[in-house]
């Protein structure tokens, strides 16, 4: 079920979507940019891959848990978790952000990293506040100078669930669904 904060972050999200595609024609979108494709894909696999190679060097003790259903079943929840949190953070948040600080790419991704970092607080996951802020700032980084959402919503997923399997004990899929 959805709770009260649920339903008011999902009217939010969708309300600053709508007015994000809205203004479309007002501001341009990096949502996909044909010339960079392959480029911000390497980029993304390039950090992603270093930091499954520090999660794993990390908790090399957890890797047996790589090999349960429970990696595989979030990986599966996380991909559609990962594409809307990308869309809202670099689609909506830091395209906007970046508009309204008339181009200064500097503030927007320091202020899109620090947003990012924030939203992650909730979920067992807050020792990784400057994990979270790291990647922030190499997500909004990459995005505003190769744009392509799609690798960046991907990368989101592969290490939120390493992430979650490696470090964190319990099940999230279990708590979010209210089984234990």
């Known amino acids: 079920y959805l709770s009260i904060w649920g339903g008011l972050d999902l ?22 940019i044909r010339e960079t494709v392959f480029v911000s894909g390497a980029v993304i696999a390039a950090i992603t891959l270093a930091a499954i190679a520090v999660f794993v060097i990390l908790k090399k003790e957890n890797l047996f848990r790589l090999k349960s259903s429970y990696f595989w079943k979030l990986l599966v929840a996380y991909l559609p978790a990962g594409f809307l949190q990308q869309l ?27 947003f990012f970092s924030l939203f992650h607080l909730g979920g067992g996951i807050k020792k ?9 700032f190499l997500y909004s980084g990459a995005y505003l100078l190769y744009g392509n959402l799609i690798w ?10 390493f ?13 979010r669904f209210n089984r234990t």
Do not use: C, W
């Open 152 to 161: 960046l919503a991907l990368s989101h997923a592969l290490l939120g669930t």
């Open 163 to 175: 992430l979650y399997v490696l470090f964190i004990k319990d099940n999230i899929l279990a708590r």
């Open 88 to 114: 809202f953070f670099q689609f909506v948040f830091l395209e906007t952000v970046y508009f309204l600080v008339k181009g200064n790419a500097l503030l927007a991704v320091f202020l899109s990293a620090v």
């Open 128 to 136: 990784f506040y400057l994990l979270t802020l790291i990647m922030g």
């Open 11 to 32: 009217l939010v999200g969708l309300s600053a979507l709508y007015l994000r595609i809205k203004s479309l024609g007002l501001y341009p979108t990096r949502f996909f």
